[in-house]
């Protein structure tokens, strides 16, 4: 990733865009099999020499019973790379895909704005409770296409949030001929 901020603003641009799409189309590939990742960060990105993204680490992934849409297990995941609705210290946290969605929204931003988190924070409880409140800056990203991804995949709301799919048919991935 660094060697890819390095890049000049063009190829920057469509070198990150690349990387963000590869990303959640790993995560595509997992919720079409019925699996919640569970640990979406910046250290499960696995970048190749050919400067291709793929989503790594399913260690704590659960697949999805058939007739369900919640996997519910203790708390997993990274501080700070949870979604809200696990953040709750109960016995039994019910992860969804649309879980999955908010953290790879906090990732989308961590990508474009150079390794920022959209909710910053000093020390990890503040952090997460930033994650808890929807309080989250997006200033390091210059693009409003981007910033409206972003915005909707991090939402506070689980029902507001994009299905993986939605999200790659967002226009931040449109091309011209679209």
């Known amino acids: 990733?660094?060697?890819?901020?390095?890049?000049?603003?063009?190829?920057?641009?469509?070198?990150?865009?690349?990387?963000?799409?590869?990303?959640?189309?790993?995560?595509?590939?997992?919720?079409r099999?019925?699996?919640?990742?569970?640990?979406?960060?910046?250290?499960?990105?696995l970048i190749d020499s050919?400067?291709?993204?793929?989503?790594?680490?399913?260690?704590?992934?659960?697949?999805?019973?058939?007739?369900?849409?919640?996997?519910?297990?203790?708390r997993a995941g990274t501080k700070c790379w949870e979604a809200v609705e696990t953040l709750e210290p109960t016995e039994k946290t019910g992860y969804k895909r649309s879980s999955d969605v908010q953290v790879a929204g906090m990732l989308v931003y961590y990508?474009?704005?150079?390794?920022?988190?959209?909710?910053?924070?000093?020390?990890?409880?503040?952090?997460?409770?930033?994650?808890?409140?929807?309080?989250?800056?997006?200033?390091?990203v210059d693009d409003v296409v981007a910033k409206?991804?972003?915005e909707r995949m991090i939402s506070k709301v689980q029902k507001e949030r994009p299905t993986v799919d939605e999200a790659l048919n967002h226009p931040y991935f449109w091309d011209d001929a679209r």
Not at 33 to 45: E, F, L, Q, S
Not at 50 to 73: C, M, P, Q
């Open 50 to 74: 050919g400067n291709n993204a793929r989503l790594a680490d399913f260690g704590i992934s659960r697949r999805l019973e058939d007739d369900k849409s919640t996997v519910y297990t203790g």
């Open 111 to 140: 990508i474009l704005s150079d390794g920022k988190h959209p909710f910053k924070g000093n020390v990890l409880w503040e952090q997460e409770a930033k994650i808890r409140e929807g309080n989250y800056s997006l200033d390091e």
């Open 1 to 31: 990733m660094d060697e890819l901020r390095k890049e000049e603003a063009e190829i920057k641009v469509t070198a990150l865009k690349k990387v963000v799409k590869e990303v959640l189309l790993g995560l595509q590939v997992l919720h």
């Open 148 to 150: 409206d991804l972003i």
């Open 33 to 45: 099999a019925k699996v919640i990742h569970r640990d979406i960060k910046p250290k499960n990105v």
